[in-house]
Structure formats: structure tokens, C-alpha cells
């Protein structure tokens, strides 16, 4: 299989025409128009995050999804990510499975333990348990992957005994791990035969080629499955680099001084945001051209199958990001695929 271009979206909460917060309901509806438009243009893959926080609209992303399937035709459809330690992995799996019925096959998931906390006292799980709840709850999800009834035990939820799960999906659930960078979290997807996806979102992209290659031995190692590798990393996209970075700005500098008062992060600055747009940051924003080449470099530094533009991020406009999202569908992937072409 080719490259495969996606877009992501958290569900930010961002600013109308007259500077005041939109709604989450309303940018809830953003959001699906945005995935139409994704679908027009010719974009692969749109994912949408689970947050429960007031930053973010999207909790339920799988009923976002399921209302941009019956709008849209081709564009595949999953989450970015689910919050597995939260959730009860049989119903995860139902619900992707009718996602996937409704969407004529084109759901999948990708399935992490999230950057936020907020979701385990919300549901009532101990942060204690933090690895011990991913490390059950995806072992028998993997388990129900297979479409069998499934006999599991474990000290995170009570055991299942000979348990068969509906509605079956027709050709399968396509199912990835996001993963922010540590070996031994590159070596569980590999262990368990799913597709690693490499959450990039600071420094240069060829600092993670040794958490790709360890994906590959470790898949070699097991006898597993062999997934394409897929990177998610932030971006936005204008006609000129100075009118990308004027629009982007403001959105970074909100979502990271929002985020850093509760982590202890300095400020968020305008040469920070310079470097991190530049060749040793894993900021994707730019004219068509320095963006297509930015992905080109790393989809060659570490061999991806896929790549995820994170094309929303703080208060940015939603004007501004169906721009975007036509310029990616549009100029930008068509660039890149020359690109890589180009270099055999």
C-alpha cells in the first residue's frame, strides 16, 4: 500500500468572526464540515481526539464520526486517539464496529492512554494503575479483534468467559497505538501485532527512526504482523509561510500557554514558534511547498506508511482551517507524492 495522507483534529474550541468562543456544539458541527471538505479534496484519513476537558468539544468521537460518515464517500474514518485505560474495551470495539457498518467498512481506531488525565477520576479509575490498565485492557482488545468469543481474565475488569462481541465488522477493524516515544510502549504494539503511531510534536522527526527501527525488530522478534508506520505531528497550511505562521501563531501560543500553567512549561514565544516551524521542529506550518517538503524528509527519514497533519490547534479559525485543509488535499499531497517519486 502507498502513502496515505491523513488530517486530526482534538476538537479545539476556537474563535468566531467576532473574537468570542464558539460553542463546543458549534464547533462540534465545524468539525464535520471540515471532514467533508477533507473527503472532497482527496485526504485518506480523518481522525478526531477524545478530550473531557474545556478546551476541547470532542468526548464522543465515535458519534462525530458516525455523523461524518453519512457525509462523506471515501475518506477513512478513527479516532485520534481513544483512551482505552478509561474505557471498557468491549465497548470500544462495538462501537467502531458499527462505526464501521455505517461507514461501509472505512472505520478504524488508534488506541492510546492520551495525554490528559482527566478522563480516569472522571470514570472512576485510579491514575496508580495507569500501566496495568493500558496493558489488560489492550491485551483483550487485541483479543476481540479476532471476532471470536473470547475467554480473558485480568485485575482491571471482570473476566470474560467464552464472550462473543456484535455487531462483527465485514473485513475487519484496522488498529493502531499511539505512542509518544518510549521503547517499551514501541515494543507492546509490536508484541501485539498493531500498527504504531509516533505522536511527534516537538524536536526533528529523525530523533524517533530508532523507536521505527525497534518496531521492526520487535516485530521480526514476536512473528507478529508488520503494520506501515504512521506519524501525527501538527501543522497548518497558507498561500505564503508568513500568512501560515501570522494565522498559527496565536492558536500554538493559546494551547501551549493553557497546557504549560498546569506542567510547569515557560511561555510560549514567537522565536520558539519559529524554530519549531523550522527543519528541527515538528511543526508543519508553511506554503504548500515548505510544507510538502517538510512531510517529503520524513516520510523518507523513517519509512511511514502514513502521515497525520494535526491541522487544528487552539483558537484558530474555522475559516482558516478549511484553507488548510484545501491547500493539504490539493497542493500539498499532490507535492509530496512527486516528491518522494522524485527520489525513487
Known amino acids: 500500500m502507498g502513502i496515505e ?28 464540515a471540515q471532514a467533508e471538505l477533507a473527503d472532497r479534496v482527496g485526504v485518506d484519513f480523518f481522525g478526531v481526539g477524545e478530550h473531557h476537558r474545556p478546551e476541547f468539544a470532542v468526548s464522543a468521537p465515535e458519534m462525530v464520526l458516525a455523523a461524518i460518515a453519512t457525509r462523506t464517500e471515501n475518506i477513512r474514518l478513527g479516532t485520534a486517539v481513544t483512551v482505552l485505560s478509561s474505557d471498557d474495551p468491549v465497548r470500544v470495539f462495538e462501537r467502531f464496529s458499527t462505526l464501521d457498518a455505517v461507514s461501509n467498512g472505512r472505520a478504524e481506531v488508534v488506541l492510546g492512554r492520551g495525554s490528559f488525565i482527566e478522563s480516569f477520576p472522571l470514570f472512576g479509575y485510579d491514575l496508580r494503575d495507569y500501566e496495568a490498565l493500558f496493558e489488560q485492557k489492550l491485551e483483550l482488545f487485541v483479543e476481540l479483534l479476532k471476532e471470536q468469543p473470547v475467554t480473558w481474565s485480568g485485575t482491571m475488569r471482570a473476566p470474560l468467559e467464552n464472550a462473543d462481541v456484535f455487531p462483527k465488522t465485514e473485513k475487519g477493524l484496522r488498529t493502531w497505538v499511539g505512542v509518544g516515544g518510549s521503547p517499551e510502549s514501541v515494543v507492546r504494539v509490536a508484541r501485539h501485532g498493531l500498527g504504531l503511531m509516533l505522536a511527534i510534536i516537538g524536536g526533528p522527526a529523525i530523533r524517533f527512526k530508532p523507536f521505527v527501527d525497534l518496531y521492526h525488530r520487535s516485530v521480526a522478534s514476536f512473528g507478529t504482523t508488520a503494520h506501515p508506520v504512521s506519524v501525527h505531528s501538527p501543522g497548518h497550511i497558507a498561500a505564503t509561510d508568513a500568512e501560515a505562521w501570522d494565522a498559527a501563531y496565536s492558536g500554538f501560543e493559546a494551547m501551549n500557554n493553557t497546557i504549560g500553567r498546569e506542567r510547569g512549561w515557560p511561555a510560549y514565544s514567537r522565536a520558539r514558534f519559529q524554530n519549531d516551524v523550522g527543519p528541527e521542529g515538528a511543526l508543519y506550518v508553511g506554503s504548500p511547498d515548505r510544507v510538502a517538503a517538510k512531510i517529503a524528509d520524513t516520510v523518507t527519514a523513517l519509512g511511514l506508511g502514513r502521515f497525520d497533519m494535526k491541522y487544528a490547534t487552539g483558537t484558530m479559525a474555522h475559516e482558516d482551517m478549511m484553507k488548510s485543509i484545501e491547500l493539504y488535499g490539493t497542493e500539498v499531497i499532490p507535492r509530496v507524492r512527486r516528491l518522494l517519486d522524485a527520489r525513487g
Not at 7 to 16: A, E, H, N, S
Not at 18 to 23: A, F, K, N, Q, Y
Open 5 to 32: 495522507f491523513g488530517l486530526d483534529t482534538f476538537g479545539d474550541i476556537t474563535r468566531g468572526a467576532d473574537g468570542e468562543l464558539l460553542s463546543g456544539a458549534q464547533t462540534i458541527r465545524n468539525i464535520v
